[in-house]
C-alpha cells in the first residue's frame, strides 16, 4: 500500500516561505499524480495544486503567482513551495496521489497524514 510522508510545515510570518515536501514510499510502479490539498479549521478540505508525472501543474486560484508545485519522478517526490504566505494560509497541508487528474483533484487517492502551517505574526 502507497505511503505517504509529509514535511516542512512549521511557523511562519505574513509574507514568509515555506517548502513542503511529500515522499511516496512502499510504491513499486511509477505514480502518475501528485497533489496537495489543505484544511483549515472550520473549513472543508480543499485543492491546492497538483502535478503530472510529464510536468502539467494547476493551482487553485487563492495560490496562483505564490505555491509552485515541482516533483521528483525518481525519488517519488513532490514538493511545494509557498511564497508571500498570508494568514488564511494556515491550515493542515496533505499530500495526495492517484493514477489521474480526476482521483487527485476530487481528493480520493492514497493521503498522507497531513503537516501544520501556520502564517502569524
Known amino acids: 500500500q502507497l505511503l505517504l510522508t509529509e514535511s516542512g510545515g512549521g511557523l511562519v510570518q505574513p509574507g514568509g516561505s515555506l517548502r513542503l515536501s511529500c515522499e511516496a514510499t512502499r510504491s513499486s510502479s511509477s505514480i502518475n499524480v501528485m497533489g496537495w490539498h489543505r484544511q483549515a479549521p472550520g473549513k472543508q478540505r480543499e485543492l491546492v495544486a497538483w502535478i503530472t508525472s510529464d510536468g502539467s501543474t494547476e493551482y487553485a486560484d487563492s495560490v496562483k503567482g505564490r505555491f509552485t508545485i515541482s516533483r521528483d519522478n525518481a525519488k517519488k517526490t513532490v514538493f511545494l513551495r509557498m511564497n508571500s504566505l498570508k494568514p488564511e494560509d494556515t491550515a493542515v497541508y496533505y499530500c495526495?496521489?492517484?493514477?489521474?487528474?480526476?482521483?487527485?483533484?476530487?481528493?480520493?487517492?492514497?493521503w498522507g497524514l497531513g503537516t501544520q502551517v501556520t502564517v502569524s505574526s
Open positions: 495526495n496521489a492517484g493514477m489521474t487528474i480526476a482521483t487527485v483533484s476530487r481528493g480520493l487517492g492514497s
